[in-house]
């Protein structure tokens, strides 16, 4: 058996520095926390290079004394908690001992701190756990932490950080987070030497919310103000006709810890339940308060996961007074209709050559130059496409048309995609049923065709055979989406890999980014909530973006593009839409694998009724 060695102390502090401080969102995070504990009305962060190279956390709080100062980067040294009953009362956002001493060990700190009692304040450097100045400093009542070159002595860990435009992403989230929790503090963030957020500090959570997420977020918040038992929640929430596309604008908020947790998370959903559409979940920053004897903080070195001795009892506390103040909001969601694009134009509006008249209003017959397999998104020039004179003769279809009557019934022989030249198909248009499937009668058998799938299959094919950027449109007026964090940090991860399906999206800053193109007959009320899909599902799979992902992007831009079930269609339409069906043996199954035609042969309809 191998002997049992005891680690060096820098070794241990580099093992422990790997549960706590990530990248540098961690530092900024910790740093932070430290101030609010000691009581800070006033943060400024600082920081360059995404803060890999300088981090900067200055606040007001009560300072260090000189002689705790060097014992603040020991391992597990902390002021906040004593004995192993303080572990049941915590309400200070760290008490672990681990943060400085972790930063400490993978980055070189300087720290300058000051208490009102002190005359001269203190300076500390030290760099990668080994102090190297000790030293007084002139410096007004609070501490400066200035941490640089974060992991310059763990290359390992470098590589696995991203770019510098990622990484000031997250500490941006980290900001953020902390000021919703906290809008009685004064916050100011500097990103490469400009302001990038800033917050008053009047205790006004919905100005924090203005600051952080923009009028389109925070205009409309509803009041939160609730208490079961010994649990109180207040806090802000969307309406529901302003629910987004993903969960990245949930908030929630444990004695003033960001947390994420389930529970919370569930009661929260449920309390829209049947006020919002399917795919849609509400956003808001809800504060939950309750004892500390009955919520377990120390659960993970990052404190982000709590544990609570009664589930029920938070279930029903978020559940509630969400509820209450939904039932209380008498707000309704202005209308904004788009104008409804036609799917096909008239077929005959416009022909582009002459025809050739057999009979003088009972029956013509058209002879057409069929150019190329149908498309439904140039249907309209296929189907009208040149009338030519029969010595032409490359391909010829004939169908008559009967004039007086209202209703148009097509019959028309065409080729499939992977037919042979001696096969023909014969299609004759039926009609509609539901205003969802399309009935037609194809070589002696009944086919019923879903639209939609059979629409959304189309498009999805056609956004896949697409290079990159093609068949885009470019937007007259370029739509702003706001993202949580996360998902804005992911969105401009992958610009590239958006761009091929046809969005050409550019960062905004600030937890927002712009469309100024989308794919063809993409409705403009659609990108905002397209986008915001794409973003949760790229923060869910951000580390492997792969061409199954780029599909998954191509199926929900086609699914929002598709005709939908209930739509009004032309008879032209239908019939346009049946024949690409039925010409292209590529478009059987919708994306989400469910079939876009039946058949039902004569016999079996004869059975059905008894004839044989």
Avoid at 353 to 365: D, G, L, W
């Amino acid at each position: 058996m191998a002997k049992i060695n005891k680690l060096p102390k820098h070794m241990a502090d580099l093992i422990a520095a790997g549960e706590v401080v990530e990248r540098p969102a961690s530092v900024v995070k910790e740093l932070m926390e430290n101030a609010v504990d000691a009581g800070a009305t006033s943060i400024t962060v600082e920081i360059q290079h995404g803060g890999i190279s300088y981090i900067r956390v200055t606040d007001n709080g009560c300072g260090i004394d000189r002689e705790d100062v060097k014992t603040a980067f020991v391992s597990h040294a902390t002021s906040k908690i004593k004995t192993a009953e303080d572990l049941n009362t915590i309400l200070t956002l760290g008490f672990r001992g681990e943060a400085l001493p972790s930063i400490a060990a993978v980055s070189k700190v300087n720290m300058i701190t000051k208490t009102a009692t002190e005359e001269m304040g203190t300076s500390l450097t030290i760099e990668g756990g080994i102090i190297t100045d000790f030293s007084d400093a002139g410096c007004a009542v609070g501490t400066t932490m200035i941490v640089r070159e974060l992991f310059y002595n763990t290359p390992a860990r470098m590589k696995f950080l991203k770019k510098d435009v990622s990484e000031g992403n997250y500490v941006a989230s980290a900001v953020e987070k902390l000021a919703l929790s906290h809008p009685e503090i004064s916050i100011r963030f500097i990103r490469d030497g400009k302001q990038v957020f800033t917050t008053n500090g009047d205790g006004n959570l919905q100005n924090v919310c203005f600051s952080a997420f923009g009028k389109d977020f925070s205009n409309g918040l509803l009041n939160v103000d609730g208490t079961v038992g010994n649990v109180s929640v207040n806090g802000l929430v969307t309406p529901p006709f302003n629910c987004r596309g993903s969960r990245g604008m949930q908030y929630f908020f444990v004695n003033g810890r960001s947390v994420k947790n389930t529970t919370i998370m569930a009661a929260f959903e449920n309390a829209y339940k049947n006020s919002v559409m399917v795919g849609k979940f509400p956003g808001g920053v809800l504060f939950i308060t309750l004892p500390p004897t009955l919520v377990d903080v120390n659960v993970h070195p990052s404190k982000i996961e709590v544990r609570f001795s009664d589930e029920k009892a938070i279930f029903d506390a978020v559940y509630h007074a969400v509820k209450s103040a939904l039932s209380e909001n008498t707000s309704l969601k202005q209308a904004n209709l788009p104008e409804k694009k036609p799917i096909f134009n008239e077929v005959f509006a416009k022909p582009q050559q002459e025809f050739k008249q057999t009979t003088v209003q009972e029956n013509i017959t058209y002879t057409e130059k069929v150019l190329k397999p149908l498309s439904v998104f140039d249907v309209v020039e296929d189907v009208k496409t040149d009338y030519v004179a029969e010595d032409d003769d490359p391909l010829k279809i004939e169908f008559p048309v009967s004039i007086p009557e209202t209703k148009v019934e097509f019959q028309e022989t065409i080729t499939p995609k992977t037919a042979t030249p001696t096969e023909e198909n014969t299609i004759r248009l039926i009609g509609e049923a539901y205003k969802t499937y399309i009935f037609i009668e194809l070589n002696g058998k009944l086919c019923v065709i879903d639209k939609h799938a059979a629409h959304e299959r189309i498009l999805f094919n056609k956004l896949k055979s697409q290079s990159q950027n093609s068949g885009s449109q470019m937007l007259l007026a370029p739509v702003t989406v706001t993202l949580g964090k996360e998902e804005y940090i992911a969105v401009t991860e992958n610009i590239e890999t958006i761009a091929k399906s046809g969005f050409e999206v550019q960062d905004f800053g600030n937890g927002t980014v712009i469309v100024r193109s989308c794919p063809m007959d993409l409705d403009n009320c659609e990108i905002e909530p397209l986008i915001s899909e794409i973003a949760e599902y790229l923060t869910k799979n951000r580390r492997d973006i792969t061409n199954e992902h780029l599909d998954w992007i191509y199926h929900n831009v086609a699914c929002r593009s598709a005709i939908k079930a209930g739509d009004d269609n032309s008879e032209t339409e239908l019939l346009a839409l049946a024949k690409q069906v039925v010409s292209d043996n590529d478009v059987r199954f919708c994306p989400h694998g469910r079939p876009v035609m039946i058949e039902i042969s004569k016999y079996e309809l004869e059975k059905q009724f008894g004839r044989v």
